[in-house]
């Protein structure tokens, strides 16, 4: 006798499922809480760095230039450094939907201007 197929998935594969973008409408967003504790987000260069590193190491470092200023970034702490003046501040990585992403960005991209 034939045992049902489980539909329960792993938190590996859920991780896997995620990185490889299967999820339709999905993407991951990674940002960072500014001097309001408004969470601001992270250029799309900078944050597919993060999750490729993400993705290899989730205890892993990375150190990121971005303009002038150059940041260590530990997944372990979720937490930037900036190597000039040593302030730390948290990040985050969240799954989002692709539109809200994108306006988020857009907004983002508005407010540096």
Partial sequence: MATPMSTHKTKESKNLEILAGTR???VIGWRWKDDSSQWRMIDETVAKQLEDMYGKNQQGCVTIQIGENTYDFNMATMSQVNQKTKRSREITR????????????AIEKSLSM
């Fill in 24 to 26: 339709r409408g999905k």
């Fill in 94 to 105: 969240e799954e989002m939907d692709k539109d809200e992403y994108d306006l988020l960005l």
